[in-house]
């Protein structure tokens, strides 16, 4: 089968990989234009970009969907995963079996474009994923495969989008056999539907006068984009790793304390956190232990 790929990030190299070893005829790569990135604002290719020049396949990066109409015209099918752009229906048609996305979550729950953050913030026990053919509804079209998989306790967003993404392209490969076997994918549920809308800098933000197993949710599930952050003597700083910890301290929320040789915050509700990574404003992410030794932090000091 002649495929295409439209991605954007790292999630899609296990697929594009497979694709790449498989007797299928990896076609085309279709990515987002270069954007600007890093502290220069240089513009710089996407990671799908980047693993189509490393692999000698064609790549294209449309500014209007309307661009995609001819060189879809020449695939049997094509495969989004995370490429970030709504394509219309008159173009989803073009392949000669239409599009199929790979989606991080058990559809229709978390319908939208973050839906292993928004699952790990809300405390979900059961991840999965799901591959479906493409409409142009916002992940309503119907199911070929799904897969469950468990929440690890201390796995951040970006570890668990990674794991995931290697079992995505067993689903992927699936998937194809079925659709060359002309099986058909079945309707989506119409009940337990919930959305993941992006996520905002400014929702990243900590409060800390939340209970210290709702932050270390906060923090993993916006690790690494956009970023947990909070502020230490008005300067950003992006707590990275953390777990609840138990202490006899009494402290206030924000509160900062060196206390068994661990960097302890205090939280809502009497709870704390122990912080173990940070990534102070201009700075390479680093241990707590070795930030506090910098920051000499004084008495009563906090996040604010």
């Not at 509700?269 to 990534?279: D, F, H, N, Q, V």
């Amino acid at each position: 089968m002649r495929i295409a790929v439209a991605a954007t990030p790292s999630v899609a190299i296990p697929t594009l990989d497979w694709l790449h070893g498989s007797e299928h005829d990896l076609h085309l790569v279709i990515t987002q234009p270069d954007r600007p990135a890093g502290r220069g604002r240089s513009l710089r290719p996407s990671q799908a970009a980047l693993w189509a020049v490393a692999h000698d396949v064609a790549c294209i990066k449309p500014e209007r969907s309307d661009e995609l109409a001819e060189p879809l015209a020449r695939v049997d099918l094509a495969i989004t995963i995370g490429y970030g752009v709504i394509l219309p229906q008159r173009i989803l048609n073009v392949p000669l079996h239409g599009f199929i996305n790979l989606h991080f979550s058990l559809l229709p729950r978390w319908r939208g474009a973050a839906p292993v953050q928004r699952a790990i913030l809300n405390g979900d026990e059961e991840l999965g994923l799901t591959v479906f053919a493409l409409d142009a509804g916002m992940d309503t079209g119907p199911i070929y495969v799904q897969r469950s998989i468990s929440s690890e306790p201390y796995e951040n967003s970006g570890e668990c989008l990674h794991r995931m993404a290697v079992v995505g392209s067993e689903l992927v490969a699936q998937t194809i056999d079925l659709i060359e076997a002309r099986a058909l994918p079945v309707k989506q549920a119409d009940s337990g539907v919930s959305y993941a809308p992006k996520i905002t800098k400014e929702e990243a933000r900590i409060e800390w006068s939340h209970n210290a197993v709702k932050l270390n949710r906060q923090i993993r599930a916006f690790t690494p984009e956009p970023g947990a952050w909070t502020t230490w003597r008005d300067a950003p700083m992006r707590i990275t790793r953390a777990r609840p910890y138990s202490t006899d301290h009494q402290l206030k929320n924000g509160e900062v304390i060196f206390h068994d040789g661990n960097v302890v915050v205090g939280c809502g509700e009497g709870s704390a956190l122990l912080i173990e990574e940070m990534t102070p404003a201009g700075k390479k992410v680093m241990s707590a232990k070795s930030w506090i030794n910098g920051a000499r932090a004084l008495a009563g000091e906090s996040f604010v």
